[in-house]
Structure formats: C-alpha cells, structure tokens
T-cell receptor, first 110, second 116 residues
Framework: QKEVEQDPGPLSVPEGAIVSLNCTYS??????FMWYRQYSRKGPELLMY????GNKEDGRFTAQVDKSSKYISLFIRDSQPSDSATYLC??????????FGAGTTVTVRA | DAGVIQSPRHEVTEMGQEVTLRCKPI?????LFWYRQTMMRGLELLIY????????DSGMPEDRFSAKMPNASFSTLKIQPSEPRDSAVYFC??????????????FGSGTQLSVL
C-alpha cells in the first residue's frame, strides 16, 4: 500500500463549479500537508500548505486536514479555466522526504 | 528571480548512450532534489543534496544513475548507459531548508527524456 493515495480522476467540471480533491494517508508521522499544482509541461508549484487539522483558506482555495481520519482535501470555489491542471497532494514528516500522491487532473470547461 | 533552471528541455537519445541533465537551483537555496515523474509511478525522489553534499541517494534506480553537485549553483544527473525504461520527465527542485519550518520546494520545468 502506498503511503499517500489520491483520488485518480480525471475531473471535468463547468466553469464556476466547486472542485473537490482528496487524499488519504497511512503514515501518522506526517506533519505538513501540501497541495501542488502542475500545469502541462511544467514543474509542480506549491499552492498551499498547512500543518494542523482544520481549514485554511487562500482566495478561492481551501485546504482541509483531518488528522484523525488521515484525510486531506482541497476545494476550489468558482473554478476557472485557468485552474485546469494536475493537482498533487504531498506530505512530509520531520525529514526532507515529500511523499506525493499520484495527482488528479482537473479540466474546467468554459 | 529566474527560478530553477533545467537543461535541456527535451532529450532524445538511443539506448546505450550517456545522458547528462543539468540544473541551476535558485540562488541562496541550500537543498537540491532530483525527481523523476512517470505516469505509472508518479513523482519519485531520486537523490537529495544539502549544502552540496549528497544526503540520500536511496531512490537512484541503479548504478547507471549518478548525480553530482560541484557547487551551490549547479548539479548534474547522469545516466550511463541509458535504457528505454529511463524515459520520463526528470525534475530538479531546490529549497531553503531551515530548522522548524516547512520545506517549500521550487521545481524547474523538467527535462523530457526519451530513450529509443
């Protein structure tokens, strides 16, 4: 079993819809939880990170962490065509190794 | 800041040839990572340097792979000899590792390697 499992997708939604992305993990030592966005033919870029259970908002993006259930989510409100990308969850314990999910490809249709 | 710079962007080579991928990390960053991305396996960490010293190379697939970081502004990943199964996108990432904080990785645009 992989340390990080991510809903595979792909997801296709109309512009303005809410996008919900999810990951589960098995390693209780994970302390930091991140979401990376990767556009086609580009490297991943850090979108958001959090280290506690609960919600963290940044504009149209909300990251949610539930450590008791080992479950994290990313919500994108009022989705735009420019949000079309692959989203990867990533987690880290107290060392340097990020464990990435496989990624979910999102397409927002205009 | 120009970000992490990788070269070449694309590399097509024949099986058995030597391949060298290059990376210039963000100035001031003290950690450098080489990742490989494939559809089947996702993003895999190959090797990690801190202050130019290799810390963990357990992700390097086999002896055909080697990486160097001769100074803080340059790193190479070499595959010799290359094989078709090495075909993937190779990413370099750098970060400023500080005690007690989350490590934010900045990725380059990657090198698309095709071994025929």
């Amino acid at each position: 079993q992989k340390e990080v499992e991510q809903d595979p997708g792909p997801l296709s939604v109309p512009e303005g819809a809410i996008v919900s992305l999810n990951c589960t993990y098995s390693n209780s030592a994970f302390q930091y939880f991140m979401w990376y966005r990767q556009y086609s033919r580009k490297g991943p870029e850090l979108l958001m990170y959090t280290y506690s259970s609960g919600n963290k908002e940044d504009g149209r993006f909300t990251a949610q962490v539930d450590k008791s259930s080992k479950y994290i989510s990313l919500f994108i409100r009022d989705s735009q065509p420019s949000d079309s990308a692959t989203y990867l969850c990533a987690m880290i314990s107290n060392d340097y190794k990020l464990s990435f999910g496989a990624g979910t490809t999102v397409t927002v249709r205009a | 800041d120009a970000g992490v710079i990788q070269s070449p962007r694309h590399e097509v080579t024949e099986m058995g040839q030597e391949v060298t991928l290059r990376c210039k990390p963000i100035s001031g960053h003290n950690s450098l990572f080489w990742y490989r991305q494939t559809m089947m396996r996702g993003l895999e960490l190959l090797i990690y340097f801190n202050n130019n010293v290799p810390i963990d190379d357990s992700g390097m697939p086999e002896d055909r792979f080697s990486a160097k970081m001769p100074n803080a502004s340059f790193s190479t990943l070499k595959i010799q000899p290359s094989e078709p199964r090495d075909s993937a996108v190779y990413f370099c990432a750098s970060s400023l590792r500080r005690t007690g904080g989350v490590e934010k990785l900045f990725f380059g645009s990657g090198t698309q390697l095709s071994v025929l």
